[in-house]
């Protein structure tokens, strides 16, 4: 006599959750890792812009050493505050894209606490299972002596009658 496990569809679910915690844990960490990547590009872009930035300040400041015409010198003044706007813009892009960083780590934080908790009830599933699958052979074997027990009572009494 095999019986089904009572709990068996609720365990069905909660393996099925729990794969499923599984895969979005993998989505939220490959989403994460393309927002890194990102943060790396948009930096090196900065730090270019940075660069260039600092190349013509040194130019500039060559200029004013040799003493080269003011107009020239205003138009290289000109040219530096277009670069520091920039730098600005590409300063912002990279404080926005730490913050989207930021979101991805979190977003991977709470699939990693999701999944923790999935894995503990199906955890505690199968504990109960195991224990419900011993009660449940333990009731079997009691039964089965009972009826031993009653099998060996008829075959004395039926030898009891015979004699």
């Keep these: ?60 400041r060559e200029s004013l050493d040799t003493g080269e015409r003011t107009d020239k010198i205003q138009e290289k003044k000109r040219y530096l505050e277009i670069v520091k706007d920039k730098l600005l813009e590409k300063e912002k ?25 999935k894995q503990k009830d199906v ?7 195991s224990e419900w699958q011993k009660e449940f052979n333990k009731l079997l074997i009691r039964k089965e002596e009972v009826l031993e027990d009653e099998i060996g009572s008829s075959r004395y009494i039926f030898k009891k009658k015979h004699k």
């Design 123 to 129: 955890e505690k599933l199968k504990i109960h299972k």
């Design 93 to 117: 892009k990279v404080q926005k894209q730490k913050e989207q960083v930021e979101k991805a780590k979190n977003e991977v934080t709470k699939a990693k606490k999701d999944l923790i908790s």
């Design 1 to 60: 006599m095999k019986e089904e496990y009572p709990l068996e569809e609720l365990f069905t679910i909660k393996i099925r959750r729990f794969e499923t915690a599984i895969k979005v844990l993998e989505e939220k960490k490959r989403l994460y890792l393309k927002e890194v990547e990102i943060l790396r590009k948009v930096e090196e872009e900065r730090d270019e812009v940075l660069k260039h930035k600092n190349d013509k300040l040194k130019q500039l």
